[in-house]
T-cell receptor, first 109, second 115 residues
Framework: GQNIDQPTEMTATEGAIVQINCTYQ??????LFWYQQHAGEAPTFLSY??LDGLEEKGRFSSFLSRSKGYSYLLLKELQMKDSASYLC??????????WGAGTKLIIKP | IAGITQAPTSQILAAGRRMTLRCTQD?????MYWYRQDLGLGLRLIHY???????GKGEVPDGYSVSRANTDDFPLTLASAVPSQTSVYFC??????????????FGPGTRLTVL
């Protein structure tokens, strides 16, 4: 079967750095996405990786290792508004997105 | 309008009733999707459409049907609602259904409760 694993919940302190991991087993691979979802709202796009390595976008970076079936999302200089769920999704060989259950990130002052 | 709109925002429905969730996008995207989101589970694809006039089944299609008569609209119909269809439903769209960047843009969601 296809599976995306990410931690259920993480807690971090305002101003700190947090790394959210995602491991996947899917039928084929055509890219990995990270989305942010605030409570009661729709998911919004954060990043896309299709090749191995690090993609940096401001305070957010995303890393991919296809051989290990592994990605992480790195959030720097955490702000209270970063409190949200972070969703990892892999596009499989049918070009469909397979989603993890999401990691709820709690930021404390 | 800009982006994707969904209607209704929320609905309480008696089991056995028929219900259509509406989705409209104004970005001229070719591909559209319907997902359901349940607590503790990832988004699950119900149906998708890669272009107007075509539709396909996702991971959890049973009990749902869709149509794509034009580029902008992608309604989802529950023919006879059951309590297990209680969920938050998201419509999404992307420029195409193939490879490449193709991020999906999401509507605000419809919260459906079937009693």
């Amino acid at each position: 079967g296809q599976n995306i694993d990410q931690p259920t919940e993480m807690t971090a302190t305002e101003g700190a750095i947090v790394q959210i991991n995602c491991t996947y087993q899917t039928s084929g691979f055509n890219g990995l996405f990270w989305y942010q979802q605030h409570a009661g709202e729709a998911p919004t796009f954060l990043s896309y990786n299709v090749l191995d390595g690090l993609e940096e976008k401001g305070r957010f970076s995303s890393f991919l290792s296809r051989s290990k079936g592994y990605s992480y999302l790195l959030l720097k200089e955490l702000q209270m508004k970063d409190s949200a769920s972070y969703l990892c999704a892999v596009r499989n060989s049918n070009y469909q997105l397979i989603w993890g259950a999401g990691t709820k990130l709690i930021i404390k002052p | 309008i800009a982006g994707i709109t969904q209607a209704p925002t929320s609905q309480i429905l008696a089991a056995g009733r028929r219900m259509t969730l509406r989705c409209t996008q104004d970005m001229r995207h070719n591909a559209m999707y319907w997902y359901r989101q349940d607590l503790g589970l990832g988004l699950r694809l119900i149906h998708y459409s890669n272009t107007a006039g075509t539709t396909g089944k996702g991971e959890v299609p049973d009990g749902y049907s869709v149509s794509r008569a034009n580029t902008d609209d992608f309604p989802l119909t529950l023919a006879s609602a059951v309590p297990s269809q209680t969920s938050v439903y998201f419509c999404a769209s992307s420029e195409s259904g193939g490879t490449g960047y193709n991020e999906q843009f999401f509507g605000p969601g419809t919260r459906l409760t079937v009693l």
